[in-house]
């Protein structure tokens, strides 16, 4: 079986020009902010950023770039001059091949590798018990576990335990965005059953996690298809989440709650951490500004 490690990937593959734009502006001017920018690619070898370019108005008195504690490219960004208006560009091009995955019935019993998790013997195990445990924005419910059981009778390979998991989030819950904010409880959205893409990337890996398993948030693009005969309009396309479950060796498994599939060709990752507070695109500290209005612009187009 290839490793999501493997840097062998074969066509198809396609290349993406992405434009990110962010404007915030402010009932009172900004005397001095810190923010901390999620925005470029994370590198894999299954993606590879051919070129980016990063544009901040007002002029930046400080750009530095790091790594953070999960491996994700972050840009630091430090503005000293009075402003009322923030706007941040970011417009990349990047390469994302097809990435080998077994059969689902082939992949090690759930309950074998939640045995694995706890001891965390090796390396990968290690590295995946750091999402086994709750988060801030991922609280440990009990209904999580109760909406998780169906999907996880005992030596179920997990692969077809956590895609039936997400079939069924798509299912029973309703896309809304006005149903809930970034503040909205996870026990709201199991409640009201109704969110959008972050929501049900928490709630997935809240059932994973209760299930004694190993689940990451992880933030990105999803290119939109027009239907068919119609031009795809620019602008349409939007930033998303989902979340990665971890299968044993090296295999994390992508899965979209949001519309009931596996991590395709389609989605450009960011990021990733135990929840969305590890991997908000644009976050920090502001003296000043008072009331805070924000617009975002995706653009995914493909280049090939």
């Not at 709630?203 to 994973?208: E, R």
Request: hydrophobic share 40%.
């Amino acid at each position: 079986m290839p490793s999501q490690n493997q840097s062998q990937f074969q066509d198809p593959s396609i290349r993406y020009r992405i434009r990110h734009k962010t404007t915030c502006t402010y009932s009172s001017d900004i005397q001095h902010a810190q923010h901390v920018l999620h925005l470029d690619p994370r590198p894999l070898p299954w993606q590879t950023m051919r070129l980016n370019r990063i544009a901040i108005t007002p002029t930046a008195d400080t750009i530095a770039q790091h790594q953070d504690y999960f491996g994700n490219p972050v840009t630091y960004v430090a503005i000293e001059v009075p402003h009322s208006e923030l706007v941040i560009s970011v417009d990349f091009d990047v390469e994302v091949a097809t990435r080998p995955v077994p059969a689902y019935s082939t992949t090690k019993a759930w309950d074998a590798i939640a045995e694995d998790i706890k001891a965390a013997l090796s390396p990968t195990a290690k590295e995946a018990n750091l999402f086994s445990f709750a988060s801030n924005m991922v609280p440990p419910l009990p209904e999580l576990r109760d909406y998780a059981l169906p999907s996880f009778p005992a030596g179920r390979p997990i692969a077809e335990a956590a895609f039936d998991l997400i079939t069924r989030i798509h299912k029973d819950f309703v896309f809304d965005p006005i149903a809930t904010t970034i503040a909205t409880p996870l026990s709201d959205v199991l409640r009201n059953r109704r969110g959008v893409c972050q929501d049900f990337a928490h709630l997935a890996i809240g059932c994973l996690r209760a299930m004694r398993l190993s689940a990451r948030y992880v933030s990105g693009y999803l290119r939109t298809l027009p239907p068919p005969g119609k031009e795809r309009l620019v602008g349409a396309d939007a930033s998303h989440a989902w979340l990665s479950v971890w299968c044993g060796d090296d295999l994390w498994l992508d899965l979209d709650p949001t519309n009931g599939n596996a991590g395709s060709i389609d989605l450009v990752t960011l990021a990733w951490g135990r929840d969305y507070e590890d991997v908000s695109p644009m976050s920090g500290v502001l003296i000043g500004g008072g009331q805070q209005t924000l617009v975002v612009e995706v653009d995914v187009a493909p280049l090939d």
